[in-house]
């Protein structure tokens, strides 16, 4: 859940309402009741409001923007790395 809270906190500070109220902690989860427990994060949700929706909706942004350029960094690394080593492997060769 600390996520969530992360995603409220953006969304306070976008929508300016730094002043809200403090923030909650989500309640517990009980195995043994699974539904009461997702009803319970539910409402601890609703309970939170525009600020959680934006931040969830901008920390998704963010957090898939930064995915995407990590794995293209790490991608195009490998791919230099693989034609270098062709490149060695030719110059060897010859």
């Avoid at 300016?16 to 043994?32: F, Q």
């Avoid at 690394?77 to 110059?91: E, K, P, S, V």
């Amino acid at each position: 859940m600390p996520l969530y809270l992360v995603a409220y906190q953006i969304g306070s500070f976008v929508l300016g309402s730094s002043k809200s109220r403090p923030v909650t902690m989500p309640p517990d989860w009980d195995w043994s009741q699974p539904f009461a427990s997702a009803e319970a994060i539910g409402q601890w949700m609703i309970g939170l409001g525009p600020p959680l929706a934006l931040g969830v909706f901008l920390l998704a942004c963010l957090l898939s923007a930064l995915g995407y350029v990590v794995v293209r960094g790490l991608w195009s690394m490998h791919l230099r790395r693989a034609w270098q080593a062709r490149r060695r492997r030719a110059l060897d060769s010859q």
